[in-house]
């Protein structure tokens, strides 16, 4: 392949799956330089897609990436669609393929027959062997500051994306005299210790 890439990003197959692996904000950076990059709609996506058309995006039918021209990268999150049919772009997505997990020989067979790659972000590694897409500081703090949202019925629906301010203005609000005990496993880890952060911020103490 020459040139630059040109990245399509699909639509998440599973429906309570919102997240977006590239945000507006970034879409418009690969843009400006020069970067096509082409995004589905999708009917359960955190992000409008009018914020990726403002990108400078080209908008595409939600799950159209099959009939996408074969220099595409093919951009998810998690799993493909069902099915059985060959598979021809590189796609880029955690497929959980390459440690002999459950499916992983029927999917890496789809690649084979259609003559597609298979770029799994599970095994995507730096020279020394370190992972460069794994869940981070983040991840945890965020998935802890959910938690804690949703036991105090802080949480609101939809979810929406929000600035830390608020997020942490939700998580002082959910604080309790009583707060509940919390174990949190691999807490020094750098998930856990988002979970600490944000556990802190609601005023709990966990154990760990």
Do not use: N
């Not at 998935?143 to 608020?166: C, D, I, M, Y």
């Amino acid at each position: 392949m020459t040139g630059k890439p040109r990245i399509w990003m699909r639509s998440e197959a599973r429906a309570s799956e919102c997240r977006a692996p590239i945000v507006p904000a970034d879409a418009g950076l690969l843009t400006g330089l020069g970067i096509a990059v082409t995004v589905e709609e999708s009917s359960h996506r955190v992000f409008p897609i009018a914020e990726y058309a403002a990108a400078g995006c080209a908008i595409a039918r939600e799950g159209s990436w099959t009939g996408a021209p074969a220099d595409q990268y093919i951009v998810g999150l998690k799993e493909l669609p069902d099915g059985a049919a060959p598979l021809m772009h590189r796609h880029v997505y955690f497929g959980h393929a390459y440690k002999r997990q459950q499916g992983s020989a029927e999917l890496l067979g789809r690649f084979a027959a259609g003559g597609g790659e298979l770029l799994d972000l599970e095994s995507l590694a730096d020279a020394d062997g370190r992972r460069l897409a794994a869940f981070g500081y983040w991840a945890g703090y965020v998935g802890a500051a959910l938690a804690v949202l949703s036991a105090t019925g802080h949480l609101t629906s939809p979810l929406r994306p929000l600035p830390k301010e608020t997020l942490d203005s939700g998580l002082r609000r959910a604080r309790r005299a009583d707060p509940p005990r919390v174990l949190v496993v691999g807490a020094l880890g750098r998930c856990g210790s988002g979970a600490r952060d944000a556990l802190a911020m609601a005023g709990i103490a966990p154990t760990f």
